[in-house]
């Protein structure tokens, strides 16, 4: 329990946080919709789908305020930059912003279902309320209209017998943005599983670009002001005596005709600061988006494997951090993440990139264009793998294509030993690559045995220890090592470090989740609570 304290106490502290805020909101509204004497004729037609409807109101609009900022990957990197004097344990919460994405996603549509059933039965309670069924009282309040001769204002927004729920849903602005809201809202969530968003990328791009129109609606949803209150009027109308003799209404000073009116719409108000810093992100990607870039060189390595080595003016880049990229040729709209295989001493960046769906290959497929074919980038973005040099044993694990920014890191690693870098703290580190496929090795393999080189060279031999571990064989290639056994170097990867052939791996390869799940489960197992000891933290990559 203290292991997982240190490496996940913070981040479910900022969880208990976020969902006591939830249904501290929650069970303030509703009991203010449901008890409020404002609101006590207003619940005689509407009853308690009143303040079932308005609670998850609340909370909807706290959660559409958080919900653009995870994604706002410039602000977190500006954060990221500014929390170095707080220590790793608050940069870390930064690395982990999809995952708080997701939730605040997954409370926004439990919300928006509660929300949505009780507001359909308000609809239904209204009709009902004007057609009499609910009593003279329901029936009095009802009847009241708009009238300055009469000085009257109304509750009930159905003004006609011929006014179903269904046509006041589509005929009422809260009515037909909700239904717009809803619609986008099901796409949004419906295209972002797991399926869907590795199989068909686009639908999951394109389907969450419906958020503008999320938002557009969400602005105007409560314009309509339906949900009414009682004023205060003079003399004041008291509901405990009047509300027995709704006949006597206007007529006894004690029973002035009670006045209502819809409350101010609040939505506005709590999504419009994440609005207009969004608006500014887009910007920067916009601005990004338009200057120049050029390639330096572009190698098609084994495995569907390319490699774009690009330079743009004034880009600066940190190990392991990730850039988009966009190719107009393939889509104007569509960015996608790679993480940097170059080192911050280079003077170009570089992105591998495997072909894995349609805008991975057709990439691939315009490799004979690129002198004329044009790419924005837009980045670079803060990752874990920051922090790596602020370790003395840094371990590396990384599966597939999944090793690119241990790529960035030994690079970087092997320049500062070549320049006798004071500032390098890392003493160690422990290199695991996993791999279905043989060629997977190959482009990586030169990187290792120019660092295996040259930390022999410089009797450093201990500084960095690699396995390489193939899931994907067969027998041949096992009787084709057992014949060159007694080499000194490796027959795939022409290292002196042999491959391991693993097959009970491969499964979790398919899903570099449980992985990577296990190893923090590992890390938090064998750390030790005294800090003088060995302590694990674990950091993972998130796109």
């Known amino acids: 329990m203290s292991n997982w304290i240190i490496n996940q106490g913070l981040s479910a502290f900022i969880l208990v946080v976020w969902m006591g805020i939830n249904i501290f909101l929650f069970v303030y509204y509703y009991l203010f919709y449901d008890l409020g004497p404002q ?64 939730l605040v996603a997954y409370m926004i549509a439990l919300m928006t279902a509660v929300h949505t059933v009780a507001h359909l039965l308000n609809a239904d309670w209204y009709t009902n309320s004007f057609q009499g069924r609910y009593g003279p009282l329901a029936s009095k309040l009802s009847m009241l209209g708009d009238s300055r001769e ?50 068909y990328f686009e639908v999951f791009w394109y389907t969450h670009h419906l958020f503008i129109i999320f938002f557009a609606g969400l602005v105007f949803h409560g314009a309509g002001r339906i949900v009414r209150s009682q004023q205060v009027t003079n003399p004041p109308h008291n509901n405990s005596f009047c509300k027995d003799q709704p006949e006597n209404w206007g007529k006894i000073p004690e029973c002035p005709v009670p006045q209502f009116a819809g409350g101010f719409p ?129 371990m590396l694990v990384g599966a597939g294509i999944g090793v690119t920014p241990f790529a960035s890191i030994l690079k970087s690693i092997w320049y500062k030993f070549k320049d006798s870098d004071p500032k390098l703290r890392t003493k160690r580190i422990y290199f695991y690559w996993l791999c279905r496929e043989t060629y997977a090795f190959e482009w990586f393999a030169d990187l290792l045995q120019v660092l295996e080189k040259d930390m022999e060279e ?10 390489l571990y193939l899931t994907g064989w067969d027998q041949s290639h096992v009787n084709h090592a057992m014949v060159h056994f007694d080499k000194d170097t490796d027959i795939i990867t022409g290292l002196k470090q042999k491959t391991h052939y693993v097959s009970k791996l491969f499964t979790m390869l398919r899903i570099p989740t449980p992985l990577a799940k296990d190893l923090e489960k590992k890390c938090v197992r064998y750390s030790d609570v005294d800090p003088r000891k060995t302590t694990f933290y674990f950091n993972k990559e998130n796109f």
């Not at 990197?77 to 708080?100: A, E, H, P, V, Y």
């Not at 000085?151 to 009515?175: D, E, K, Q």
């Not at 960046?349 to 072909?355: G, M, P």
């Not at 004329?372 to 602020?390: H, N, Y």
Request: aromatic share 12%; hydrophobic share 45%; glycine share 4%.
């Open 39 to 102: 609101f006590e004729y207003t619940r005689e037609l509407l009853g308690s789908a009143l303040p079932w409807a308005r609670a998850p109101a609340a909370v909807l609009n706290f959660n559409c305020m958080l919900i653009l900022l995870p994604v706002c990957r410039n602000l977190l990197s500006l954060l990221r930059g500014s929390f170095i004097c707080c220590g790793r344990s608050m940069r870390k919460q930064l690395d982990k912003n999809l995952t708080f994405h997701k």
């Open 150 to 199: 009469l000085n009257t204002t109304y509750l009930n927004p159905i003004r006609s017998n011929s006014t179903t729920p269904t046509i006041f849903v589509f005929t009422t602005i809260a009515g037909l943005t909700g239904v717009v809201i809803t619609l986008a809202l099901i796409l949004i969530i419906t295209s972002s599983m797991e399926v869907i968003r590795r199989s």
């Open 266 to 394: 609040q939505t506005w108000m709590w999504v419009i600061g994440p609005m207009i810093i969004y608006l500014c992100e887009r910007l920067l990607r916009f601005i990004r988006y338009m200057q120049p870039v050029s390639y330096r060189k572009i190698v098609i390595r084994p495995s569907k494997v390319l490699e774009l080595q690009l330079v743009k003016p004034g880009f600066k880049m940190e190990v392991g951090q990730y850039v988009f990229l966009n190719c107009p040729a393939i889509s104007q709209l569509e960015w996608h993440p790679f993480t940097m295989t170059s080192a911050p001493e280079e003077d170009f960046f570089s992105v591998h990139i495997r072909s894995v769906g349609d805008w991975t290959e057709k990439l691939i497929k315009m490799k004979f264009f690129y002198l004329c074919l044009r790419m924005a980038v837009d980045g670079p973005f803060g990752t874990a793998s920051e922090d790596v040099f602020d370790y003395e044993v840094s």
């Open 458 to 467: 410089r009797g450093m031999r201990d500084f960095l220890t690699y396995k």
